[in-house]
C-alpha cells in the first residue's frame, strides 16, 4: 500500500505564492506520473499539473506560467510551486500517483488527504 502525505497549501493573498508538497511512501517499486489535482466547492476535481518519471510536465491552461510542477525520485516527492495567485485558485488540493508496487508489482493510483488552499482579494 502507497501513502501520500501532503504539505503546504494555506491562505495567501491575490499575487502571492504558496508551495505544496506530496511524499510518497511505502511498497513502491516504482513511480510514474505524479500530480496535483484541484476542487473547488461546487466543480468537478480537475488536474492542474502533472509530470512524468521522464520530466515531461502538462499544465491546466489557467495555470501555466504561473505554477510550477517538480519531483524528487531519489524522495519519492512532487512539489507545486504556485505563484501570482488568483482567487480563482481556490480550492483543496489533492496529490495523485500512479506506479507499481514492490513485490507483487502491481499498479496503483493513490490520493492525498488534500490541502487547502485560499486566495484573498
Known amino acids: 500500500q502507497v501513502q501520500l502525505v501532503e504539505s503546504g497549501g494555506g491562505l495567501v493573498q491575490a499575487g502571492g505564492s504558496l508551495s505544496l508538497s506530496c511524499a510518497a511512501s511505502g511498497s513502491i517499486f516504482r513511480l510514474n506520473d505524479m500530480g496535483w489535482y484541484r476542487q473547488a466547492p461546487g466543480k468537478q476535481r480537475e488536474l492542474v499539473a502533472s509530470i512524468t518519471s521522464f520530466g515531461v510536465t502538462n499544465y491546466l491552461d489557467s495555470v501555466k506560467d504561473r505554477f510550477t510542477i517538480s519531483r524528487d525520485n531519489a524522495k519519492n516527492t512532487v512539489y507545486l510551486q504556485m505563484n501570482s495567485l488568483e482567487p480563482e485558485d481556490t480550492a483543496v488540493y489533492y496529490c495523485?500517483?500512479?506506479?507499481?508496487?514492490?513485490?507483487?508489482?502491481?499498479?496503483?493510483?493513490?490520493w492525498g488527504q488534500g490541502t487547502q488552499v485560499t486566495v484573498s482579494s
Open positions: 495523485n500517483t500512479k506506479g507499481w508496487s514492490a513485490g507483487s508489482f502491481s499498479a496503483f493510483d493513490s
